[in-house]
């Protein structure tokens, strides 16, 4: 079984912005890929009132 590279999707509050690897949204956003793990962070929610972008993992099945 081959294992595929995560993907995220992207928030700015409500507002879906974009969908892809850590990599593609790193490179994207001109970020490194660690900032996008932490967009998924809880306490990282927690300190986010809708201004600034989020992540949330997608999962497979």
């Known amino acids: 079984m081959i294992?595929?590279?995560a993907e995220y999707a992207v928030?700015?509050?409500d507002k879906f912005i974009?969908?892809?690897t850590a990599k593609y949204l790193a490179d994207k956003f001109g970020v490194p890929r660690k900032?996008?793990?932490y967009w998924t962070a809880p306490?990282?929610?927690k300190k986010n009132k809708g201004?600034?972008?989020v992540a949330i993992r997608i999962e497979d099945d």
């Open 3 to 5: 294992k595929m590279a």
């Open 18 to 20: 974009d969908l892809g």
């Open 51 to 53: 201004n600034s972008l």
């Open 35 to 37: 900032t996008i793990w």
């Open 11 to 13: 928030y700015k509050g």
């Open 43 to 45: 306490a990282y929610w």
